[in-house]
């Protein structure tokens, strides 16, 4: 069992940077892999990034690998989103999720979830 927590969304206003939070807890954290979504207003809920925990490996969904950065510290056993250049398009509930060694980029395949933390992004 794995038990996400989110923290650092907010009302920014377009072209600010914001960095989101995930804490993790559980057992034997280092097997999971852990991952970022989104679910706009009215729309599915989306893929953004992953990161392993025993490697710095990370990947991103092709549309926000430009602004995103995903990172962690083991220290602290967070996970942490950097989004740069935000967008009105970006407003959106952002989730915190994890994966025994690997993460979908389908939501419906993800075992674990945060509560998510709503980003809300002024033009």
């Known amino acids: 069992q794995v038990q996400l927590v989110e923290s650092g969304g907010g009302l920014v206003q377009a072209g600010g940077s914001l960095r989101l939070s995930c804490a993790a807890s559980?057992?034997?954290?280092?097997?999971?892999?852990m991952g970022w979504f989104r679910q706009p207003p009215g729309k599915e809920r989306q893929f953004l990034a992953r990161?392993?925990?025993?490697?710095?490996?990370?990947n991103y969904a092709d549309d926000v690998k430009d602004r995103f950065t995903i990172s962690r510290d083991n220290a602290k056993n967070t996970v942490n989103l950097t989004i740069n250049g935000l967008k009105p398009e970006d407003t959106a509930v952002y989730y915190c999720a994890a994966g025994y060694r690997q993460i979908s980029d389908r939501w419906t395949s993800v075992p674990y979830w945060g509560r998510g933390t709503q980003v809300t992004v002024s033009s």
């Open positions: 990161i392993s925990w025993s490697t710095n490996s990370a």
């Open positions: 559980g057992r034997s954290l280092s097997a999971y892999a």
